[in-house]
């Protein structure tokens, strides 16, 4: 099987998509592996699997990789005479965050009809922006930590007690985040994360709160991953993020009763349900006096989270063959022909 | 000011589509317009503005325009002795339905970096599914009508009691949307909707209820239309479908209390700022009981309402002046250099 890995993108998160991508190479043995990088500045360039390595990018020396076009059906490589198609059999998209998460490679891939492994748009724009995943949850009846929402201009006034967390509204990875102990430290966590974004999410910060993590997908059944209990530290410096990144061998599932795992698993079908088909995500959940939260969704998970499942490659196989098809549309210009005829007649 | 009209699309609103677009040569007189037309089999042609006219679409000869192919700027046409950009100031998102307002037409000039006037990503997957617009209207303090939501698998039981109307959740323009009076017409009703669409959402049907329809935009400063209370049937045949999609003269403000019409522009600018900058949408409210409802919004108006703006052409000039801008993200690879750094030292 032949996989393109789309990663890089014009985002925060390119340098971790990097890392995720080279990841990739030693968690897909079986199959052929077509990289395809998209640069900061958004272009797409083939990249040599066997020479693939993160310095390639760092140094620049990718823009001597053969450069690619989109047209319907596919990446083509332009040539002096007349352009290749790049063959693949599915695209898998690893671009954290920007064009990655908010739907723009999701629209690009269906818009051009290419069969990829990705959450869709509506998808994509519900969980990458997590004011909107609080509706989502809602909506398919999953509870979540409470919260206050701030834009750039409001007043900034918080009503919940100290301390909070405040995230800028549309990021992943930690980034412009900060936990903020009382309303002296308020103003400056909040300059910081409008510098990321316009808005932001508030949320109590739940000291010790019980983390746990799953991830899964539907394939031709649900392929649900272990529960993981993540190492929980404030903040993961560059290189522990590095390893969470370039994680490619499995974990132990954590040490919780069935009964908890039976809630975890029932949430996180709530929330995939049909909303990701076609993706395999990974959902945090908190839990607070039993009852579990949704805390985040990760659409597009660290290393794909390819950690937490026995067979990976394999379910990434199964994936490709249980992908959600766009609706056929036949345009017959019917409507045209009738006013056509309609004036004909006057 | 050159103008590119996008047109057409995938989408079960392609030939209205292509009638929003003529339409804009009467309507938009000062600039220079460029049409660029999405083929329902999603390719770009560049249309001589001169010769455009329904029966080159519906006659396949279109087919004979130059081929247009998205590069990071801009379109381009490509040939023997290189590329040519297709030079224009701003691109007018004119794609009625899927494509153009789910979000990929946004995503595809948000990617290749070309000013746009439309909804941006979020503005359209939220505004093109109703069940979306409905958490939207609530998190912004807009009321809507009563709903229930059933998905093509779940079991056909409606809670509201008849009549009640029936619409697939993402498609405008009446498409697929019925009326139904009493539970014997419910399974015919439905299995209309579905399809056109994995899920419905089912409202009640308000007999002569009160339905006014409010345009606008934000430039420098708000620009709102007119309040129009639309001439209400319980279906347009396609000879008045057609008519309302090549609206091109002004039409005559409702007879309502300022009072109300305050009311009605309040709703829309909670509805529209910030998450519609850089469009022109229509947001159609029913009143009850005094009440202002949300109906619909019509992220891409049929010929973008120009009928209820004093200066649409101005109004357009504005607009492509204040288009929201992304964030700037700066990748310099200084996480990749610390890792090797650090490697380099181990």
Redesign the interface.
Known sequence: MKIAILFGG???E???S??SAITMKKVLKNATLVYIFVS????FYLIDTQKIN??L??SGEYKKSKEL????GGFQV?GMFGSKRIDFDVALNLIHG??GE???I???M????IPFISPR??A???S??K??TK?LAE?VGVKTVAYEYL?KNDERKIAMPYPIIIKPVRLGSSIGVSIVKDASELDYALDVAFE?D?DVIIEPFIEGVKEFNQAGTYTNDWELSIVEEPHKEEFLD??KK?MDFSRDSQVLAADISDALKAKIQESFKKIYD?LFRGSIIRCDFFVVEGKVLLNEINPIPGSMANYLFEDFEGLVERLSKHLPKE?N???D????????S?KGKA
């Open positions: 014009s985002s925060y390119h340098e971790i990097i890392v900061s500045d958004r272009k993160s310095k990018f760092s076009t989109l047209k319907n332009d920007r064009d908010d739907g723009k999701a629209s690009l269906e818009f051009y009809t748009i509506e994509s724009a519900l990458y922006n004011l909107y509706f909506s834009s990321f316009t560059f290189e590095y049909p609706q549309i036949a345009v210009y019917q409507y045209i022909h009738s006013i056509q309609a």
